[in-house]
């Protein structure tokens, strides 16, 4: 066996990027993420043709990234691995949890880790006595790559805490510690315990790639290999004067200055002026000319823009513009579906006169829709805006279908078929036999308690999610695992979270509670199930013990849902009036969108929101659109090859500006933006700073902003004190938060 050496590391030279959300990433732009046209080696095309003195991977782009040796005796089961995984699993689970709840809602990404832990963890290997456990030697790439897996277990937040919230917040209904510990991880580890059996399909075959694992890879090398002729700080003292910097600034926009979050400008020149309100308005209105200096807007729901390609940025932008500036004003100013009677920009639901809804006026005591009340109440509205996202989802789920058939139905049947042959099994394969295999009755017993427990929970507290409809909502998951080979080969991952709830929504109306269990159960499963196999195949191209990939993602779903929702429970019980304006900023934006989903879909049934005699019946065309509009961009791209056209990817457009709401377009324009100077100008003429410097600077940008708020959040809580003044808000009729007192009104000037 091969033993991994220093020179071994450096024999291959790669270029150091990362992207962001393994959903946007696909595989004809691989070599995109991978580093600029001109600074790529000259590996050969045609795998066939390969030759090499020493084996290695078919596929060129794990041979450019991933090593072709292994070094079985590399220590990994370290006092620093348990030790580092833990805390930072638990600090992503709070921190995640915490700004989940706020208006701008950051998400630290395990990206941060990855960075943060490499000195923490070389500082250990300095001061802790030599040992086998607690130091064993230097810290390895294989310990970082564990601590970065497990913390990955808290890289989003648990969906459970979407039902949990919503159940205890606008219904009035509380799971308690049990029954929201058990919700949380059940939906988790059935999609766990679904990974493991997918092993031989989705992480053993060379064929299955994982894109954006190389870049991981990419970056963990670059750590762990000593920089030549490096000049400028270091990228460890670059990362603390760029957090210490945040850590400051962030006082600004976050406690003494707070209008710098959503400067409306524009909007002060004429306050008074509904439509300028409206259009420039940043937290209720569309944002024109409006701008932010807060960290936090740019992040908040696309992550950051420092580690996306900018033809994805791109594509984002001109959606983002087409759906959000000329679409949705286009709408409203002409009055479709009474758009006038409701703000421009909202995720709140409405009567037919303009109303706000009160869902409680057609529930019954069981919170199930009462048919009666509802006659007399409804129906229900939605903002135009609200909507239109609607069909753009729609039009995002058949969209993905076909660009996938068309751009990679050759290459994903290929590639299948060569990954059911023995010809098929790589160098890593034959290294990984070195390592004992996890069992798969190990995750067969945890599925099969999982899915057990499941229906404790769903009867044991007031859930109303049948029997039936937990098997269907389970089988369901189990039948779109296929679409792991989809992300397997171009990092894709379809949102059907919409069909599932068009499902139940037929097959059970009147049900909101049961209505996202079910979503939650059949979508989260099946999507966890391929997060867990993403990073199974992460461990297999780093050579990591496959029980030690169980182990640590066993512990870390477990200690990150447990701190979910310990932070949750905490919030819901310290902050006044949460998931309202007057709580600001935990405004909940997420937990209200999907408050509002719960009733779209639960309580009125699609059968009403979308049938033939409703206003928004002409959404459902969107499925059409999505499914046809890839194809002349096909045809364009293979006519003209070398051309903009190649780049154009509407699965991309269609899903993240679906992100609206409960994102705002203030929080799309400032990320196209940030984006457009760091990964396009930053890039392109200072491609050297780039390359040092970039993911480090944003890993430092979201740890300054994370940690600053939390203390920012315990000074407020701890005084009760917080500047009153015009740059804090407040200070207009209405008691706006960016002082643009019309922006959130109806077309009548009044605010709903």
């Not at 033809?311 to 709408?331: Q, R």
């Not at 034959?430 to 499941?454: C, D, Q």
């Not at 949102?495 to 037929?506: D, H, K, S, T």
């Amino acid at each position: 066996m091969a033993t991994t050496t220093r020179d071994s590391f450096e024999e291959k030279e790669v270029v150091t990027e990362y992207y962001v959300k393994s959903e946007t990433v696909t595989s004809e732009k691989v070599q995109d993420f991978m580093g600029d046209g001109d600074e790529k080696r000259d590996y050969d095309s045609d795998q066939k043709n390969h030759e090499e003195e020493e084996e290695d991977s078919p596929i060129e782009e794990v041979r450019a990234v991933v090593l072709n040796t292994d070094d079985p005796t590399t220590p990994v089961w370290t006092f620093r691995m348990f030790f580092l995984g833990i805390i930072f699993v638990c600090l992503l689970g709070f921190v995640n949890q915490f700004f989940w709840y706020r208006q701008n809602a950051l998400s630290i990404q395990p990206l941060v880790i990855q960075l943060v832990s490499f000195p923490i963890g070389k500082l250990m290997e300095r001061v802790i006595p030599k040992s086998k456990f607690w130091n064993p030697g230097p810290f390895n790439m294989k310990e970082h790559v564990l601590i970065t897996v497990m913390a990955n277990c808290a890289g989003g937040t648990a969906y459970a805490l979407d039902i949990i919230t919503i159940q205890r917040i606008f219904y009035g209904q509380n799971l308690g510690w049990g029954g929201g510990l058990l919700l949380i991880w059940t939906t988790q580890l059935i999609g766990f315990g679904m990974a493991g059996v997918l092993r031989p399909f989705l992480v053993y075959p060379s064929a299955m790639v994982w894109p954006s694992n190389l870049a991981n890879i990419s970056l963990f090398r670059s750590l762990h290999v000593v920089d030549k002729d490096w000049t400028g700080p270091t990228r460890f003292r670059w990362f603390l004067y760029v957090f210490c910097g945040m850590f400051v600034y962030y006082w600004l926009p976050g406690y003494f200055f707070q209008v710098l979050t959503f400067f409306s400008w524009a909007c002060w020149i004429k306050p008074s002026n509904r439509v300028l309100g409206q259009l420039t308005g940043s937290l209720s209105g569309l944002g024109m000319l409006a701008v932010s200096f807060d960290w936090s807007t740019i992040t908040s729901y696309l992550l950051t823009p420092l580690v996306v390609p900018y033809w994805a940025i791109a594509n984002i932008t001109i959606g983002f513009i087409f759906i959000a500036w000329i679409i949705v004003p286009a709408l409203y100013y002409t009055n479709v579906w009474d758009a006038q009677k409701y703000p421009i920009i909202t995720s709140g639901l409405f009567t037919a006169d303009g109303e706000a809804w009160n869902n409680s006026m057609v529930l019954t005591p069981d919170k199930i829709l009462n048919e009666t009340a509802y006659a007399e109440y409804g129906p229900m509205r939605m903002s135009a805006f609200f909507a239109f996202t609607y069909g753009i989802g729609f039009a995002g789920i058949t969209s993905i279908l076909t660009h996938t058939y068309l751009y990679h139905g050759s290459e994903i049947w290929r590639q299948f078929k060569a990954s059911r042959t023995q010809e098929n099994e790589d160098i890593h394969h034959k290294l990984m036999r070195a390592y004992p295999e996890v069992p798969h009755w190990w995750y067969i017993a945890t599925f099969v308690i999982s899915f057990g427990v499941s229906f404790g929970v769903i009867y044991g507290w007031p859930i109303g999610l049948p029997w039936w409809g937990l098997i269907l909502a389970v089988a369901i998951s189990v039948v779109l695992l296929p679409v792991g080979i989809v992300a397997a080969l171009i990092n894709q991952l379809p949102e059907l979270n919409v069909i599932i709830e068009f499902i139940i929504g037929f097959a059970l109306p009147g049900h909101p509670i049961a209505n996202v269990t079910f979503k939650t159960y059949g979508y989260i499963s099946m999507y966890q199930c391929i997060v867990f196999v993403g990073d199974l195949k992460l461990g297999h191209y780093t050579k990591i013990p496959p029980k030690a990939m169980f182990v640590t993602q066993f512990i870390g779903t477990a200690l990150a849902g447990l701190m979910n929702l310990v932070t949750a429970n905490w919030l819901m019980d310290t902050v006044e009036n949460i998931c309202t304006t007057g709580a600001y900023p935990f405004t909940c934006p997420s937990a209200r969108t999907f408050y509002s989903a719960s009733i779209i879909w639960g309580v009125i049934s699609p059968k009403r929101m979308f049938a033939s005699d409703s206003p928004y019946s002409s959404m459902l065309y969107f499925f059409l659109i999505g499914l046809l509009i890839p194809i002349p961009f096909y045809f364009l791209s293979k006519r003209y090859p070398n051309s903009w056209v190649k780049y154009v990817h509407f699965p991309l457009i269609f899903n993240a500006t679906g992100m609206m709401p409960p994102a705002v377009p203030l929080n799309f324009s400032m990320w196209c933006v940030a984006g457009f100077i760091g990964m396009y100008w930053v890039r392109k003429y200072h491609h050297q700073w780039w390359i040092k410097y970039n993911y480090v600077t944003s890993a430092a940008l979201d740890s300054g902003v994370a940690i600053s708020a939390i203390v920012i959040f315990g000074v407020v809580t701890g005084s009760g004190y917080t500047p009153n003044w015009w740059g804090n808000g407040g200070f207009d009729i209405n008691e706006t938060f960016d002082n643009c007192p019309l922006a959130g009104t109806n077309g009548s000037g009044i605010l709903a």
